[in-house]
């Protein structure tokens, strides 16, 4: 079987990127390898072996198009008020939260931010299949 490893996401300010990721979600540097027309940046936390590629294409100063086709990140946490009011208390500016109800009970309660490059992650509470 396949394992899948991590998700690369290409930035402008790879300094901001860093910051952003290991103030928002704890995602330190796991490593990093310096290119002559780019820069790559793995980020990870202790709590799994999933990764962020954090990709900077050198000389690059116009922002990325997302278009239509690009989804989102997703990250689970133990509460989404809480986590959502600190992210809010770092200067960050998270969506509200929200719950999605299937026959009657929960089924996720979540909240989106984006990232400084306009990348959207869904911040989902710890609950049912979101473990």
């Known amino acids: 079987m396949a394992k899948i490893i991590h998700v690369m996401i290409r ?3 790879i300094e901001r990127a860093i910051d952003f990721y290991n103030k928002a979600f704890g995602l330190k540097i796991v490593g990093h390898f310096d290119f002559d027309d780019f820069e790559l940046v793995y980020l990870r ?3 799994n072996d999933f990764e962020v590629e954090l990709t900077l294409n050198k000389g690059r100063a116009t922002p ?3 278009g239509d086709g690009s ?3 997703a990250v689970c946490v133990d509460n989404c008020g809480a986590e959502r009011d600190r992210l809010k208390g770092l200067g960050f500016e ?3 939260v929200k719950e999605f109800l299937r026959d009657g009970k929960l089924m996720a309660r979540f909240f989106f931010i984006q990232d400084p490059d306009g990348y959207k992650i869904e911040v989902l509470e710890r609950h049912g299949r979101y473990w």
Request: proline residues 13%; negative net charge.
């Open 11 to 13: 930035v402008i300010e």
């Open 45 to 47: 936390n202790p709590e």
């Open 64 to 66: 990325y198009s997302h």
């Open 71 to 73: 989804g989102h990140l």
């Open 94 to 96: 998270p969506g509200e």
